[in-house]
């Protein structure tokens, strides 16, 4: 390569390097004109959402906030917990154009996916929105498409339907309601929309936080074991009592993972149970053995059965020493004392 040509790409090396110095300045520029001016770029559907969950696990909710039913009807967000069930709770609004229907059939699919555990008969869904301009009727044709997607029946059509709602709430509710969840969400005036994240709750039957679900790839048996925490022990078996004693909720991974101290404490009583069952074996085999001694001892003339038990034999007589037949230590004193005269 000739020292011109080296001149000729380091040249054009500084007008690239120059191009890039001066794009970057003007897009600098461009941002601050852009703030300056009160507007930002909208942010992406998933960018920064997990960030703004905040665990609330524990925290209970203000029944008390004012709410509106899928027919205008003014009512309170307790009102979803006076059948005294679990609840699932999700954050949404009717004009959301992706995230909200996806995080609703989510939802209903996993709902679908739990067999045993039914709306109506087990716990309750409510969908709170938090879109001040959301309307009854689109609160009605979004509970009606969720009910009639969901699977199992209790046999009473309408009680599915009772314990499926969809709840309107004015601004200041919404924010109270969302501020105990820890749910946060902003409005975006460029597009008329809400930034917020995909995340819905499992409540106990007296309004409070059980768990938060992040995921929605969460499986259905996980979401299983939530509502029967949740219900307090109300819900479940021994064994779901048992598996929830020994793991515990992971918020961010969704999932129950195994609790070391807990995992401890039951390797520690399946040692001392193996431990204990052994001697309790072996002790339980040294009395059938002496049992069969003393047996064999009391017949007399059991010479062989001595023998093979381990014991030696006296002028065709057993002596056993400490085996607490009753007359046996006599005898052998006897015995010897006629070998002694001999």
């Known amino acids: 390569m000739t020292r011109a040509s080296e001149r000729g790409r380091g040249g054009w090396r ?10 970057a300045l003007g897009g600098v520029a461009l941002s601050g004109a852009r703030a300056s001016a009160g507007v930002t770029a909208p942010p992406r559907p998933d960018e920064g959402l997990e960030a703004r969950v905040v665990s609330r696990i524990g925290q209970a909710l203000p029944l008390d906030i004012a709410v509106r039913d899928e027919s205008g009807r003014a009512t309170t967000l307790g009102s979803v917990f006076a059948q005294g069930k679990p609840v699932v709770l999700v954050m949404a609004y009717m004009r959301c154009p992706l995230l909200c229907p996806l995080l609703l059939s989510t939802v209903r699919e996993r709902l679908n996916q739990v067999t045993d555990l039914w709306v109506g008969r087990d716990y309750s869904v409510v969908v709170v929105s938090f879109d001040p301009t959301d309307t009854p009727d689109m609160a009605e044709r979004t509970r009606q498409g969720h009910v009639a997607g969901y699977v199992h029946n209790t046999g009473d ?22 501020d105990a969840l820890g749910f946060a969400y902003r409005y975006l005036p460029e597009s008329g929309e ?6 819905w709750y499992v409540l106990t039957p007296d309004g409070r936080v059980s768990a938060d679900i992040r995921r929605l790839d969460t499986s259905a048996s996980t979401l299983r074991l939530m509502l029967v925490e949740a219900s307090q022990g109300r819900l479940g078996s021994l064994i779901d009592g048992f598996m929830l004693w020994c793991f515990t909720l992971d918020q961010h991974k969704g999932a129950y993972v ?12 399946l040692s001392l ?70």
């Open 273 to 342: 149970v193996a431990v204990g069952g052994l001697l309790g074996r072996m002790a339980l085999v040294e009395r059938r053995r002496r049992r069969a001694l003393a047996a064999a001892v009391a017949a007399g003339g059991a010479e062989g059965v001595l023998g093979e038990l381990g014991v030696g034999g006296v002028g065709g007589v057993g002596v056993v020493e400490g085996v607490g037949v009753a007359g046996w230590p006599a005898a052998g004193r006897a015995t010897h004392g006629r070998r002694a005269a001999r």
């Open 157 to 178: 059509p309408g009680q599915v339907r009772a314990h499926w709602r969809v709840l309107l709430t004015e601004s200041a509710e919404a924010r109270r309601l969302a």
């Open 14 to 23: 500084a007008v690239a390097a120059t191009a890039c110095a001066w794009a």
């Open 194 to 199: 809400f930034a917020h994240p995909t995340v």
């Open 258 to 269: 195994v609790e070391a101290f807990r995992a401890m404490q039951v390797g520690g009583v």
